[in-house]
């Protein structure tokens, strides 16, 4: 099982793929939005690639949720956990 | 009434000879060829091989992450587009951007997006981008130019197949003249090498299948001519009332003097084999810009190395000059970069631009043996065209039966 910090980095690398932050901005109290200027576009993109790297499902519905990077990490801990 | 002055402050260009205008412009100069043979895996059971790739991937010019939301045709279109911008000097000046218009065309439009979406949309639907439809719809290009320079008059996408480039400046000068903006950034991109367009025109048997001999496939006017070679890249001009451009102080390479646009009625792809859509076309631009033949010293011709294209050309180049073609030099770009569809109009008057600005006709190249039904004065090394005001043509026909010919003239 992958630890909160490799989840943590692999999303990083997601978030700079797909709308060029730099990877130590990504960290756990930063908002997508607020923080990261990550748009609502942009965040779908994001969504599904970390589908594919975590092998988990992300429903739309719960997109709106995730704030900050630190929920997308803890979703994705209980995801796979579960 | 007078009509409004329009000159040409800017020039912008991405081809398979250069990543730039200089270097596209040195290259058509030199008669060097942008034709390869293909090797990539989806070409090798194609009966077209051959293609003219953009000489600088879009990719490396464009921010990582702004690439990735653009269409290869809106790249190229966003290349050619700040170049142009730059190079005429209007951010510095500060104009009124409710006054700056936009009219980028493309023939075919995000293509790679629409492929490489439905490819994705097989493996899992989930996987189709959220951009895939503002990256394939036609008028991305036009949009993402916008964009880039915050321009906030009229935004428009003229799509009339390979005459779309010259429509886009056709368009641009309209607007100008009916006094809707000062500023039109005009032209047109295309990105299309890919195994679908190579394969369908081939089917129609549209493309020279020269493939042990690439630099030699496009060859307009030779007698051994076998249809046309594809291209890619993107031109943009910068069009601006001549009012607005001598009250900053630009610099102005030529005037945009008419633009004349007709149609065929005749076919949905072949060319009315009596030129008359093509010659009125001419004698729409000429008529337009206060022109006469004996004005013309240069044709920059649509000349895409089809058996019939060419002779239906040369005949309405004939028929809308008469004598006076004579002393019009012809050339035919599309030797060296092939057909670059949306875009080529666009490329082809900068090179019509900088011909008649430099004074010289770039050559044509591969003309081994001219087709003795061609009746034009080719250019098979470059030409030097005279001091004093001369004009010239630019013209650009499309599957659809279009027709689209733009007259510029020396300032």
Known sequence: MASTEEIRSNLAEIVNEIAGIPVEDVQLDKSFTDDLDVDSLSMVEVVVAAEEKFDVKIPDDEVKNLKTVGDAVAFIERAQNG | ?411
């Open chain 2, 1 to 411: 009434m007078s009509k409004t002055r329009v000159v040409i402050t800017g020039l912008g260009a991405t081809t398979p000879l250069g990543g730039d205008v200089a270097s596209s412009w040195e290259g058509l100069l030199a008669g060097r060829s942008g034709a390869r043979r293909l090797t990539d895996d989806w070409v090798q059971n194609l009966a077209v091989q051959i293609a003219a790739p953009a000489a600088v991937d879009p990719t490396e010019v464009i921010e990582r992450v702004k690439a990735r939301r653009l269409d290869r045709t809106a790249q190229l279109a966003v290349v050619a587009a700040r170049e142009a911008w730059a190079d005429s000097g209007l951010e510095e000046s500060g104009m009124d951007k409710e006054r700056l218009g936009v009219a980028v065309a493309s023939g075919i439009g995000g293509l790679h997006t629409t492929l490489s979406n439905y490819d994705a949309l097989k493996t899992n639907p989930r996987r189709v981008s959220p951009l895939a439809i503002p990256m394939l719809m036609p008028n991305s290009s036009a949009a993402y130019v916008s964009l880039e320079f915050g321009a906030k008059g009229g935004v428009h996408t003229p799509v009339s197949a390979c005459a779309s480039g010259n429509e886009a400046i056709w368009l641009g000068l309209d607007q100008i003249r009916l006094g809707r903006a000062d500023v039109v950034i005009a032209g047109g991109a295309e990105g299309a090498i890919m195994a679908l367009p190579l394969a369908a025109f081939g089917m129609m048997q549209a493309l020279s299948k020269r493939n042990d001999d690439p630099e030699r496939a496009s060859r307009p006017w030779d007698v051994d001519r076998d249809g046309f070679l594809l291209g890619e890249g993107a031109g943009v001009l910068i069009l601006e009332s001549y009012e607005h451009a001598k009250a900053r102080g630009a610099k102005m390479y030529a005037e945009v003097a008419g633009a004349g646009i007709s149609a065929d009625g005749h076919d949905i792809a072949q060319p009315d084999p009596t030129g008359s859509g093509a010659r009125r076309a001419m004698e729409r631009a000429l008529v337009e810009g206060d022109l006469t033949p004996a004005d013309i010293f240069h044709i920059n011709a649509h000349a895409t190395s089809t058996p019939q294209g060419d002779i239906a050309e040369s005949l309405a180049i004939r028929q809308a000059l008469g004598k006076e073609a004579d002393h019009a030099v012809a050339t035919a770009p599309k030797s060296m970069i092939g057909h670059l569809l949306g875009g080529a109009g666009a490329v082809e008057s900068i090179a019509t631009v900088l011909a008649v600005h430099n004074r010289v006709s770039p050559p044509t190249i591969n003309v081994d043996k001219l087709d003795d039904q061609i009746d034009l004065d080719v250019a098979t090394e470059q030409r030097k065209l005279p001091d004093g005001d001369i004009a010239a043509l630019n013209n650009s026909f499309g599957f659809g039966g279009h027709n689209a010919a733009i007259a510029f003239k020396s300032l």
